[in-house]
């Protein structure tokens, strides 16, 4: 009977052990702040330093564009895969299927690619 629960059991080990080591470390290695050092203790928010408390910098709608584009086609390939897994049982109708799913993905990329919106300005 503890045979079967082994691996999970040295999963979960792992899985606990692994998050309080880094916590551990951190503690370990980290340096008191100095004033040479402060200024890498500022908020530090998607990649973009923030220039003073209560002040944002606007992003390009660019950015909004390619996040929301990346979202909905990672969605979408995420739909691919359980009908990939059944694509032997369900025969040339899930064969069709398949086929036009990713061929709506293929117009919907062409489209936005003729349209610009994968362009980084």
Do not use: C, N
């Not at 045979?3 to 370990?28: G, H, N, R």
């Not at 530090?44 to 408390?53: I, Q, W």
């Not at 950015?63 to 369900?90: G, K, N, S």
């Amino acid at each position: 009977m503890l045979s079967d629960w082994l691996p999970f059991v040295i999963y979960a080990v792992f899985a606990a052990l692994i998050p309080a080591t880094m916590i551990l470390f951190s503690f370990v290695f980290s340096t008191r702040p100095t004033t040479r050092t402060k200024q890498r203790l500022l908020p530090f928010e998607s990649g973009v330093a923030r220039d003073a408390p209560g002040q944002q910098r606007r992003f390009t709608v660019s950015f909004y564009l390619t996040a929301m584009l990346f979202i909905l086609f990672d969605i979408e390939i995420v739909f691919l895969y359980p009908l990939a897994v059944q694509l032997d049982l369900l025969g040339w109708f899930g064969f069709a299927e398949f086929g036009a799913f990713v061929a709506i993905l293929a117009v919907a990329y062409v489209y936005i690619w003729r349209k610009g919106a994968l362009e980084w300005h």
